[in-house]
């Protein structure tokens, strides 16, 4: 698979959908796209982008700036043009942000960021300036490039931070989202949730410190608003008693820890019965499939109230 990105979907002939904006998919750390090629259908066209440096296991010493010059140039050459969705597992919601901020200083530019979509992609903090947490699970059998990757990217999470924003999402003003064939208005101190054994309801959010710090704008220099699936269960280790393993650190938060820490631009949280590093299994594609058309339609038709 040379092409980078690499095309997965197209968008359906039928006029049904004529508002299903592209999505571009981000890998995760693994630095590989395999997982998203077990999806189903989510009727629009639909990119992948892979890690390039991911045989010669180069770092990105530049970080997430690097990453999001270097990726939107990809993006672009693929000719993608107008709103599109980014998203990704994992690390590829981080780059999706950073791509998203670099596209507000671009002027003129091809692509803007309309929503990100994350596959439960906890709070990025820079893990050197954290507590120490639990063992990692066991990848000997991964491929080693694989292995090499997730050391690449953890040595670069460890000192990276996110970028910040000059104003909240949406214009820090409610929004309307359609979801389970009902039409919710969300506050900017709710999200709308969609738990395992019941339907779409809001929940209300006590932690809002960086909104405080920032007033209501008429121009959209935040964060592009999010829907984040989020795996309810714990990555299985070899020693659970010296506690969770990174991605489980904020794993009871409904936000993943990104409540109070980060603008609020998580407007809807859909549960999975999973774990992190399953959360793409064969068996699971039907599943993710659902939810991620989920998130996306909801991103479609995303109002400010």
């Known amino acids: ?19 299903a904006a592209p999505l571009v998919l981000i890998h995760d750390a693994g630095g590989t796209v395999y997982s998203y090629l077990r999806l189903g259908d989510l009727k629009r066209d639909i990119w992948a982008i892979s890690d390039p440096y991911f ?22 050459s693929a000719g993608i043009r107008g709103p599109i969705l980014l998203g990704g597992w994992s ?8 791509i998203a901020k670099r596209m507000l200083h671009m002027k003129p530019c091809r692509f803007y960021v309309m ?16 507590p120490p947490c639990g063992p990692d699970p ?27 924003w000059d104003s909240p999402a949406c214009q820090g003003k409610p929004v309307r989202l359609a979801a389970g064939g009902k039409t919710f208005t969300v506050e900017t101190d709710q999200v709308l949730h969609l738990p ?52 489980d650190r ?21 549960d999975v ?8 299994q064969p068996s699971n594609a039907d599943t993710m499939t659902q939810h991620i058309n989920e998130g996306l339609n909801m991103l479609d038709s995303l109002q400010i109230a």
């Open 138 to 164: 066991d990848f000997s059998d991964l491929p080693d490039l694989v292995r090499k990757s997730f050391d690449k990217f953890d040595a670069m999470l460890s000192v990276c931070d996110l970028p910040t």
């Open 115 to 130: 929503g990100i979509l994350m596959v439960d992609s906890p709070i990025q903090i820079p893990t050197s300036t954290l």
């Open 1 to 19: 698979m040379d092409e980078n990105p690499l095309r997965l979907q197209f968008r359906p002939r039928a006029a049904r959908f004529p508002s």
């Open 55 to 76: 045989e010669a296991v180069k770092p990105w010493d530049g970080g997430f700036d690097e990453m999001a010059e270097h990726y939107q140039q990809l993006i672009e």
């Open 250 to 270: 904020y794993r009871d938060d409904l936000l993943l820890g990104w409540e109070g820490r980060h603008q609020s631009f998580i407007k809807a949280v859909i």
């Open 91 to 98: 690390l590829g919601a981080y780059v999706s942000l950073a």
């Open 196 to 247: 395992l054994d019941g339907g779409w309801t809001t929940a209300s959010l006590t932690k809002t410190p960086q909104e405080g710090r920032m007033e209501v704008t008429e121009q959209f220099t935040g964060p592009p608003p999010a829907v984040l699936v989020r795996c309810l269960r714990r990555t299985p280790t070899d020693a659970p008693s010296q506690g969770p393993s990174q991605v």
């Open 273 to 280: 019965d999973k774990h992190h590093f399953n959360v793409f």
